[in-house]
């Protein structure tokens, strides 16, 4: 049912009208600060972990002009493509583990970064071809991919990530002083920052926490030695994009997590938009409301193809920048056309890129532990919200068994046959996969059958973009 209006949430500008210029880009200003950090952070985090520090001004180019690309294309909404409505796209955290896992699986062949990146964006081109597919069949989906599973998945793609942020805030990966005080200090005080400006009473500071916690870690970086600001390299003034410039590789091991993730994504896309409608006073039941998710969804699989094409890794809807609506009151979806502007006009300067990737690993590491514990979060939030009783529960403790049971203990998988190696050894897949079988297969008590349905929309939008 729609939401009652809300002297808290009242709108200024709804979902067709057009706000003046300068309204307008104040309000995609807002938006663009929202979600700068979680486009550029999955690139640093990628090119990081599997040496890609030569190109990645360009990946962090690519993902900025890429995001601007799809977000401009779900307002706009040509051909049916899109929702209408401001559905910022960004750089996707839930795939960050099955990218890294293609990655080192051709790092490991003794490929080189062009030879992974070409794997990475060959196997995520496909798999947009998957969120369009499914795109058509949002209905069915909905009753197969329940809150339970999905649940399950975003607390296991969270856990998993954490390791991610440990790393970094130790040094590195293979770095000479990791876990050393200093590294240690540093992450532990981006962390606090982070946590205090997230406590406070003014929404644009918190909004604003991530930013805030990055400059101010970089800051203490250079004063204890730690960060050494290098003289950019040669760059190009414009950054302009190429299609598949690292060449274009497919294989099966690396696609089938990946397309997973994908499946995941979509019912987190179905959350977000439902979540939207409400704040945009649009309505959140018939034909009108399906025509939107399906446009919506759609919108994410062509710009997961868009994003492959021109080397940027896999897009979603980002779920904070719901928030951003909220606070303004601006749900003109002629804003999201300034937003995808901007977004692209920031793309287009590499030296931006060149900037960001002298950030410090344990700075970064203390910002990326708290946004991979978010995600965790999200998933217990979704888990929470549904009827937890014995079945669900039996569900939730196999999954939860397996999929970190061979993350703690990868070489248990090391005798079967390769692909069933690569399928299986990451606990969001081996985890996902057990929960998704056993739901389908356990029989459900009738009552929470219904419940479990109509929750799906609200608990999914409690996601992290």
Known sequence: MQPEPSTNNDLIYGLNDRPAPMAALLAALQHVLASFVGIITPPLIIGSALGLGAHMPYLISMALMVSGVGTFIQARRPFGIGAGM???????????????????????????????????????????????????FIGQLRRVITPLVTGIVITLIGISLIKVGVTDLGGGFGAADFGAPTNLGLGAFVLVVIILLNRSNTPWIRLSAIIIGLALGSIAAWFSGKLVPQALPALPLLSLPV??????????????????????????????????????????????????????????????????????????????????????????????????????????????????????????????????????????????????????????ATSFGVG??????????????????????????????????????????????????????????????
């Open 404 to 465: 970190l049971g061979i993350a703690a203990q990868p070489e248990l998988l090391h005798l079967l046959p390769k692909l069933v190696q690569n399928l299986f050894d990451s606990a969001i897949t081996s985890g996902g996969l057990t929960a998704l079988a056993l739901n389908l297969i356990l029989p459900q008590p009738r009552e929470s059958s219904t419940t479990d349905g109509q929750g799906l929309e609200t608990a999914a939008s409690e996601t992290h973009g």
């Open 86 to 136: 401001i559905c910022l796209q960004g750089t996707s955290f839930a795939f960050l583990g099955a990218v890294l896992s293609a990655g080192f699986m051709v790092k490991a062949r003794g490929g080189s970064p062009e030879d992974i990146m070409a794997m990475v964006f060959g196997v995520c081109f496909f798999g947009g071809l998957v969120q369009i597919v499914l795109s058509r």
């Open 243 to 396: 299609p598949f410039k690292f060449g274009f590789a497919f294989d099966w091991t690396a696609f089938l997590p990946v397309a997973l993730i994908y499946l995941i994504s979509t019912i987190e896309t179905v959350g977000d938009l439902t979540a939207n409608c409400m704040l945009s006073r649009e309505p959140i039941r018939g034909p009108s409301y399906i025509a939107r998710l399906k446009g919506g969804v759609l919108g994410d699989g062509v710009s997961c193809m868009i994003a492959a094409t021109f080397s940027a890794f896999p897009n979603t809807t980002f779920a904070q920048n719901n928030g951003v609506i909220q606070l303004t009151g601006v749900a003109s979806r002629y804003v999201g056309l300034y937003i995808g502007a901007l977004l692209f006009l920031l793309g287009l300067v590499p030296a931006i890129g060149a900037v960001l990737q002298q950030i410090p690993k344990p700075v970064l590491g203390g910002a990326t532990l708290v946004m991979f514990g978010s995600v965790a979060a999200a998933g217990v939030r979704i888990l929470a919200q549904t009827s937890l009783d014995r079945r669900n529960m039996l569900i939730i």
